[in-house]
T-cell receptor, first 114, second 111 residues
Framework: NAGVTQTPKFRVLKTGQSMTLLCAQD?????MYWYRQDPGMGLRLIHY???????AKGEVPDGYNVSRLKKQNFLLGLESAAPSQTSVYFC?????????????FGPGTRLTVL | DAKTTQPPSMDCAEGRAANLPCNHS???????VYWYRQIHSQGPQYIIH???NNETNEMASLIITEDRKSSTLILPHATLRDTAVYYC????????????FGTGTRLLVSP
């Protein structure tokens, strides 16, 4: 199993450009998450999904949109990139159910907005 | 979710035990203590979790005080590959709940 994969690994954008980050998991997890991590800080939740076709806002959703058209994929979109969105983006997934299960994280996407 | 307090950094000699403390004095009765770590530039990795009993797995041991206001993560024989940022997180164990990452403890294991 590949676990959680993220595409691309690195990207440089100019202010105002758009892009989509792709997260894929092959563990049949219901829950998926997008986090961002700024230098010297912990991860902050952007958006999450508790199942195919559903999405919800996290702590820092402004400037981002997400879609979960397929269970195994969770897409994060930046419609008009800003320098403040320069960060490392991590995707994660976990099982659902009444008892919490650990989150499995992808390797991250390092995004620079000039 | 309860807030946690961790020292910003710790050092440990290779082969020795690394004891990472975490204070969670406002933890409620149904909240668990979780530990994740993040090796440089990688995604966080789950280590262990517990409610009130001490827990051990192949990676580490978790010691929770009787009043549950603090805990210690123990890496029994630290290696250079254990150099990472360690996050202590408190959360309930049911339903959907986000992980609240603080700034963690940066552990440096030296030869």
């Amino acid at each position: 199993n590949a676990g959680v994969t993220q595409t691309p690994k690195f990207r440089v954008l100019k202010t105002g450009q758009s892009m989509t980050l792709l997260c894929a998991q092959d563990m049949n997890h219901e829950y998926m998450y997008w986090y961002r991590q700024d230098p010297g800080m912990g991860l902050r939740l952007i958006h999450y999904s508790v199942g195919e076709g559903t999405t919800a806002k996290g702590e820092v959703p402004d400037g981002y949109n997400v879609s979960r058209l397929k269970k195994q994929n969770f897409l994060l979109g930046l419609e008009s990139a800003a320098p403040s969105q320069t960060s490392v983006y991590f995707c994660a997934s976990s099982y659902s159910g009444p008892i919490y299960n650990e989150q499995f994280f992808g390797p991250g996407t390092r995004l620079t907005v000039l | 979710d309860a807030k946690t307090t961790q020292p910003p950094s710790m050092d440990c000699a290779e082969g020795r035990a690394a004891n990472l403390p975490c204070n969670h004095s406002t933890i409620s009765g149904n909240e668990y203590v979780y530990w994740y770590r993040q090796i440089h530039s990688q995604g966080p990795q789950y280590i262990i979790h517990g409610l009130k009993n001490n827990e051990t797995n192949e990676m580490a041991s978790l010691i929770i005080t009787e009043d549950r206001k603090s805990s210690t993560l123990i890496l029994p024989h630290a290696t250079l590959r254990d150099t990472a940022v360690y996050y202590c997180i408190v959360r309930m164990n049911t339903g959907f709940q986000k992980l609240v990452f603080g700034t963690g403890t940066r552990l440096l294991v030296s030869p």
